[in-house]
Nanobody
Framework: QVQLVESGGGLAQPGGSLRLSCAAS????????MSWARQAPGKGLEWVSG????????YYADSMKGRFTVSRDNARNTVYLQMNNLKPEDTALYFC?????????????RGQGTQVTVSS
């Protein structure tokens, strides 16, 4: 079955960096675009970034542009999210998700998430 397992979250100071990973299994990873989304306490799910199936196209929410970088390694069935210049408002549970169609905000599977906390 489809499995998405995130890792790499933790505590970071403002201005710091974290790199999230998402290991995929149970489907042909290289066929699917992937996205990252997040959910902060008391808020709804927020789309963060998306990457095409071959990694040639990447997309970001406005507040993440210039700070976050999404990438993927299809040989390792893994998608990454490099997060730099972290801000307290980036504190959230981060999910990777398989994109269902051409809309990077519509998913059919997502992982359990990895917690990112940005605090001094």
């Amino acid at each position: 079955q489809v499995q998405l397992v995130e890792s790499g979250g933790g505590l970071a100071q403002p201005g710091g960096s974290l790199r999230l990973s998402c290991a995929a299994s149970g489907f042909t990873f290289s066929v699917y675009p992937m996205s990252w989304a997040r959910q902060a306490p008391g808020k709804g799910l927020e789309w963060v970034s998306g990457i095409s199936n071959r990694g040639s196209e990447t997309y970001y929410a406005d507040s993440m542009k210039g700070r976050f970088t999404v990438s993927r390694d299809n040989a390792r069935n893994t998608v990454y999210l490099q997060m730099n210049n972290l801000k307290p408002e980036d504190t959230a549970l981060y999910f990777c998700a398989r994109v269902r169609s051409h809309d990077y905000r519509v998913y059919d599977y997502r992982g359990q998430g990895t917690q990112v906390t940005v605090s001094s």
